[in-house]
Nanobody, 121 residues
Framework: QVQLVESGGGSVQAGGSLTLSCAAS????????MGWFRQAPGKEREGVTI???????SYADSVKGRFTISQDNAKNTLYLQMNSLKPEDTAMYYC???????????????WGRGTQVTVSS
C-alpha cells in the first residue's frame, strides 16, 4: 500500500509562484511513475505532469515552461514548482502514483487527497 499526502497549496495572485509537495510512503512506490493532476470546479480532472522512475518527465501543454516536477528520493517527496501562475490554474491538485500506463490514462493506483491552489487576478 502506498500513501500520498500533499501540502503547499494556498492563495496567490496571478504571476506568483507556489511549490506543492507530496510525501510518499509505503512499499514499492519508488518503482512507480508519479504525477500531478488537477480538478477545477465543474471540470474533469486533468493530468498536469508526470515523472517516471528513470526521471523522465512530461507536461501538459497548458503548463509547459511554467511548472516543474521533481522528486527527492532521499526525502520520499515529490514536488511541483509552479511559476507564472494564472487564474485558470485554480484547482485542487492531486498527487498520484502507479504504473506508467495507468498514470497516463488518469487511473493511477494511488491518489492523495489533494491540496487547493487558488490564483486571483
Amino acid at each position: 500500500q502506498v500513501q500520498l499526502v500533499e501540502s503547499g497549496g494556498g492563495s496567490v495572485q496571478a504571476g506568483g509562484s507556489l511549490t506543492l509537495s507530496c510525501a510518499a510512503s509505503g512499499y514499492g512506490y519508488s518503482r512507480y511513475c508519479m504525477g500531478w493532476f488537477r480538478q477545477a470546479p465543474g471540470k474533469e480532472r486533468e493530468g498536469v505532469t508526470i515523472i517516471d522512475s528513470d526521471g523522465s518527465t512530461s507536461y501538459a501543454d497548458s503548463v509547459k515552461g511554467r511548472f516543474t516536477i521533481s522528486q527527492d528520493n532521499a526525502k520520499n517527496t515529490l514536488y511541483l514548482q509552479m511559476n507564472s501562475l494564472k487564474p485558470e490554474d485554480t484547482a485542487m491538485y492531486y498527487c498520484a502514483a502507479g504504473p506508467r500506463s495507468g498514470v497516463l490514462a488518469g487511473i493511477p493506483d494511488y491518489w492523495g487527497r489533494g491540496t487547493q491552489v487558488t490564483v486571483s487576478s
